[in-house]
């Protein structure tokens, strides 16, 4: 029996977790169907999904169906808990997204499918609430194409036509088709699996009507990863449950058995394998399990373990900073150790504590996962704590390509690093490389350099914001034969990214919403003002009908609180859906810098000079950038 990974996304009230509630029953995995609505679906079992509504929390469910085994992973679908589901993409064989036959594909859809395309999923489609649509199949199928990819074909009617589409993706295809008339299952399986076809199903989840052959698809267009020998894991998850820490991982290659050295100072005390809120206990983990490991204290979410050393850095983050305001008989000192403990859980909420201020902040994604965090923290450490307004996180990057340079010589210490910093595309991240020979630079110190530009947030120099879209490379270093320290390179590659922002063009960059605004066609003039005005951009809707869609982007330092006068001009007949769209530059960066203040030279946490050992009278000397 062949073990996949498959997880369930879907824009919030397309029918995700519903889905996930038939494939259980119809597997015989439940006896009776749960639902959403009537709080007792099998996998939204915490107390604030099932008062909501909605899935907060990723969890899995084990389902054997036909010559499949399934560990189904449910993910959150509101755009505020987009981390949380983009963590479980790290772990994925295939996925499914399921699009609500209502609205067709919506913003938080789209970037779903920009996530799974980034993470390279294959990817099944089911069009749910086929039942109550006013729309043919045919209209959301187009919809799908024109929105998603071109190559979502309807598996469910495999005609003359059907095989005529599939047979233009490919030559090999076509001469298939050409000769047979038809194209084998097993010639579609390779295509499927490298995202150049997507199987389209329709259905409602809800009464179950083609969930069955959504799960005869899944048996028989998919394949099964071949891993190799040699133990390897990926870890996707933190939780705390009972007072014990535990960490999620998928098996990629070897075993795993309890009481084994992960690492030299990190041992696995148990191994247990959960569907639902229960789980079974297991001496040995084989590749394809998705299991939780009890004893390990220090690996975090997105770490590879074994052969598998490479860590993943997520594509989304939080876009607004909050200060977290405590009761006056809180320790504080005490919270913030609490508080550190959530954001293994979540490292995309970066608990940071201002010393200068006495503040904690903390990084969020919107007002939902607000109260969800109160709630946790009331129930978890009995603290009632409440949020300031928050701000925008903004982001820097640079223009044009810059060497900065590092000098670190104090007495009895001496390092120099040299790096080329080069802007990318927006969108891009940073990126790390080296190219500098060993004959001058030894590999041993090569890669120190590279661990400590990875090792922390480096800031920028217009506003002290992180720096983004940038590659760094390394040119060239020096080391001292007797005086060359481990610290004495963190101080130099740190002073060389800052002289080199220090010389380069920098632009300042602020987080924006990709919107979906659907108003009565008498709210037009209004909604197409205010769009202007937020400094948005969007696509001119068709007018010629009663209900407009307007979708576009707008910064969301602009469109924040929009939703509210939607709400009040189209007298509740409007709605507005927003999806972090990602950073862009800043639409009034001359003032937001003159607001915020930041002058880099005075930093004394984020040095932009060097120091150098001046050989008369041996006195230490601090170059600035400027210099």
């Given at each position: 029996m062949k073990k996949l990974v498959v997880g369930i996304l879907a824009h919030?009230?397309?029918?995700?977790?519903?889905?996930?509630?038939?494939?259980?029953?119809?597997?015989?995995?439940?006896?009776?169907?749960?639902?959403?609505?009537?709080?007792?679906?099998?996998?939204?079992?915490?107390?604030?999904?099932?008062?909501?509504?909605?899935?907060?929390?990723?969890?899995?469910a084990i389902i054997n169906w036909k010559d499949v085994e399934i560990t189904l992973i449910d993910t959150p679908g509101?755009?505020?808990?987009?981390?949380?589901?983009?963590?479980?993409?790290?772990?994925?064989?295939?996925?499914?997204?399921?699009?609500?036959?209502?609205?067709?594909?919506?913003?938080?859809?789209?970037?779903?499918?920009?996530?799974?395309?980034?993470?390279?999923?294959?990817?099944?489609?089911?069009?749910?609430?086929?039942?109550?649509?006013?729309?043919?199949?045919?209209?959301?199928?187009?919809?799908?194409?024109?929105?998603?990819?071109?190559?979502?074909?309807?598996?469910?009617?495999?005609?003359?036509?059907?095989?005529e589409s599939i047979a233009l993706v490919n030559d090999d295809l076509l001469d298939e088709y050409m000769e047979h008339q038809t194209i084998q299952t097993q010639s579609l399986i390779p295509y499927i699996q490298q995202r150049k076809i997507f199987p389209v199903y329709f259905g409602s989840a809800l009464k179950t009507d083609g969930v069955t052959a959504f799960m005869d698809a899944l048996d028989i267009y998919t394949k099964e990863p071949c891993y190799p020998d040699e133990f390897g894991a990926q870890v996707y998850k933190v939780t705390h449950e009972g007072g014990h820490r535990l960490t999620h991982v998928k098996i990629v290659g070897g075993s795993l058995k309890t009481k084994e050295k992960i690492k030299d100072d990190e041992k696995v005390d148990q191994i247990r394998r959960y569907s639902g809120h229960k789980y079974e206990m297991l001496e040995i983990a084989t590749p394809g399990m998705v299991v939780a490991l009890k004893g390990l204290s220090s690996i975090q979410p997105g770490e590879g373990l074994g052969y598998k050393q490479t860590s993943l850095s997520p594509l989304l983050s939080s876009y607004m900073n909050y200060r977290i305001v405590l009761p006056d008989d809180c320790d504080q000192h005490q919270m913030l150790k609490n508080l550190q403990q959530l954001s293994q859980e979540d490292p995309t909420l970066h608990v940071t504590y201002h010393q200068e201020l006495d503040e904690i902040h903390i990084q969020l994604m919107g007002e939902i996962q607000i109260e969800i965090l109160k709630n946790i923290i009331q129930e978890r450490f009995h603290v009632d704590v409440s949020f300031d307004q928050g701000q925008i996180l903004y982001k820097e990057t640079i223009l044009n390509p810059v060497e900065g340079v590092g000098h670190f010589e104090p007495l009895r210490h001496y390092a120099e690093v040299h790096l080329?910093?080069?802007?990318?595309?927006?969108?891009?991240?940073?990126?790390?490389?080296?190219?500098?020979?060993?004959?001058?630079?030894?590999?041993?110190?090569?890669?120190?350099?590279?661990?400590?530009?990875?090792?922390?947030?480096?800031?920028?120099?217009?506003?002290?914001?992180?720096?983004?879209?940038?590659?760094?490379?390394?040119?060239?270093?020096?080391?001292?034969?007797?005086?060359?320290?481990?610290?004495?390179?963190?101080?130099?590659?740190?002073?060389?990214?800052?002289?080199?922002?220090?010389?380069?063009?920098?632009?300042?960059?602020?987080?924006?919403?990709?919107?979906?605004?659907?108003?009565?066609?008498?709210?037009?003039?209004?909604?197409?003002?205010?769009?202007?005005?937020?400094?948005?951009?969007?696509?001119?809707?068709?007018?010629?009908?009663?209900?407009?869609?307007?979708?576009?982007?707008?910064?969301?330092?602009?469109?924040?609180?929009?939703?509210?006068?939607?709400?009040?001009?189209?007298?509740?007949?409007?709605?507005?859906?927003?999806?972090?769209?990602?950073?862009?530059?800043?639409?009034?960066?001359?003032?937001?810098?003159?607001?915020?203040?930041?002058?880099?030279?005075?930093?004394?946490?984020?040095?932009?000079?060097?120091?150098?050992?001046?050989?008369?009278?041996?006195?230490?000397?601090?170059?600035?950038?400027?210099?």
């Open positions: 919030v009230d397309a029918g995700k977790t519903t889905l996930s509630e038939s494939m259980l029953y119809l597997s015989g995995r439940i006896r009776q169907l749960g639902r959403v609505d009537h709080q007792n679906a099998f996998l939204d079992y915490d107390m604030q999904e099932r008062n909501r509504g909605i899935t907060i929390f990723s969890k899995q509101h755009a505020d808990f987009s981390a949380e589901m983009e963590r479980t993409l790290q772990i994925l064989d295939y996925a499914i997204v399921v699009i609500n036959g209502l609205d067709g594909v919506q913003t938080h859809s789209e970037t779903i499918w920009n996530l799974l395309s980034h993470y390279h999923i294959p990817t099944f489609l089911f069009i749910n609430k086929i039942d109550i649509t006013p729309y043919s199949q045919e209209h959301l199928l187009g919809n799908i194409q024109s929105h998603l990819d071109e190559h979502c074909f309807d598996f469910t009617n495999q005609d003359e036509t059907f095989f080329l910093l080069e802007p990318l595309e927006v969108g891009s991240g940073l990126q790390f490389e080296t190219d500098c020979s060993e004959d001058v630079l030894s590999r041993s110190y090569q890669r120190l350099i590279l661990t400590h530009l990875q090792e922390k947030e480096h800031l920028g120099v217009l506003t002290g914001s992180p720096i983004t879209d940038m590659k760094i490379t390394l040119l060239c270093g020096k080391a001292h034969q007797k005086h060359t320290e481990g610290g004495d390179f963190r101080e130099a590659t740190y002073r060389a990214v800052r002289q080199g922002l220090k010389m380069a063009q920098s632009i300042l960059l602020e987080p924006y919403y990709q919107f979906r605004l659907e108003i009565p066609s008498t709210c037009l003039s209004r909604a197409l003002y205010d769009i202007e005005q937020m400094h948005g951009t969007f696509e001119m809707p068709d007018t010629s009908l009663e209900t407009i869609i307007i979708e576009g982007e707008a910064p969301v330092a602009c469109m924040q609180n929009y939703h509210q006068e939607v709400i009040a001009y189209s007298k509740g007949k409007g709605k507005l859906s927003c999806s972090l769209k990602g950073y862009q530059p800043c639409h009034n960066q001359d003032e937001v810098i003159e607001k915020i203040g930041y002058d880099s030279e005075t930093d004394m946490h984020h040095p932009t000079g060097s120091v150098f050992l001046c050989s008369w009278g041996r006195f230490l000397c601090e170059l600035g950038s400027s210099s």
